[in-house]
T-cell receptor
Framework: SQQGEEDPQALSIQEGENATMNCSYK?????LQWYRQNSGRGLVHLIL?????REKHSGRLRVTLDTSKKSSSLLITASRAADTASYFC????????????FGMGTQVRVKL | DSGVTQTPKHLITATGQRVTLRCSPR?????VYWYQQSLDQGLQFLIQ???????AKGNILERFSAQQFPDLHSELNLSSLELGDSALYFC????????????FGPGTRLLVL
């Protein structure tokens, strides 16, 4: 089974609205990362948050991490049509960063 | 452009055949990761190499093998192909110091008929 589980599986919003998606994981982690994938293309790294951090910002992205609940959230503010993509969380294991485990992803569609 | 290259972009072959996918990591990166992405299984980690040595193994079938060469490029060999092996195969590399962030190539789309 996947270590990271994104929720919801799909999200449809209007341009300008905020999009929030969540990621839950099972084991202790060293870090958690979010990636974006446009249809059929390679994943692009968005942001990394370490296990000792609670919140991180990058442009219109805000990531939170709650290690007690083993969950993370990604917020995209003021969404744009170009944000239409699948978003994946990936956890880096405590045994060094040798193994990354991705979830199934959240498909986000931003309507004009 | 991540700096990771993969060839070929598309591959169509028949069941029972063998194919080789090639990946070149970003300049200076020592780690290479291989992933399989299919509609029903999501992104599955297959295997990781670091400076020529196998470092971690995921859900890689025995029919699949990989290696990393002295020039750091990597090849993923898929043999006795089955219909279910049709998928996108991604290679990623990570920087030699932290190895925290992965940079993905554009992928190879494999179709087994």
């Amino acid at each position: 089974s996947q270590q990271g589980e994104e929720d919801p599986q799909a999200l449809s919003i209007q341009e300008g609205e905020n999009a929030t998606m969540n990621c839950s994981y099972k084991t202790s982690i060293n870090n958690l990362q979010w990636y974006r994938q446009n249809s059929g293309r390679g994943l692009v790294h968005l942001i990394l948050i370490r296990s000792n951090e609670r919140e991180k910002h990058s442009g219109r992205l805000r990531v939170t991490l709650d290690t007690s609940k083993k969950s993370s959230s990604l917020l995209i503010t003021a969404s744009r049509a170009a944000d239409t993509a699948s978003y994946f969380c990936a956890t880096g294991s405590k045994e060094g960063n040798r193994k990354f485990t991705f979830g199934m992803g959240t498909q986000v569609r931003v309507k004009l | 452009d991540s700096g990771v290259t993969q060839t070929p972009k598309h591959l169509i072959t028949a069941t029972g055949q063998r194919v080789t996918l090639r990946c070149s990591p970003r300049s200076g990166d020592l780690s290479v990761y291989w992933y399989q992405q299919s509609l029903d299984q999501g992104l599955q980690f297959l295997i990781q190499y670091y400076n020529g040595e196998e470092r971690a193994k995921g859900n890689i079938l025995e029919r699949f093998s990989a290696q990393q060469f002295p020039d750091l490029h990597s090849e993923l060999n898929l043999s006795s192909l089955e219909l279910g092996d049709s998928a996108l195969y991604f290679c990623a590399s990570s920087d030699r110091t932290s190895q925290e962030t992965q940079y993905f190539g554009p992928g190879t789309r494999l179709l087994v008929l």
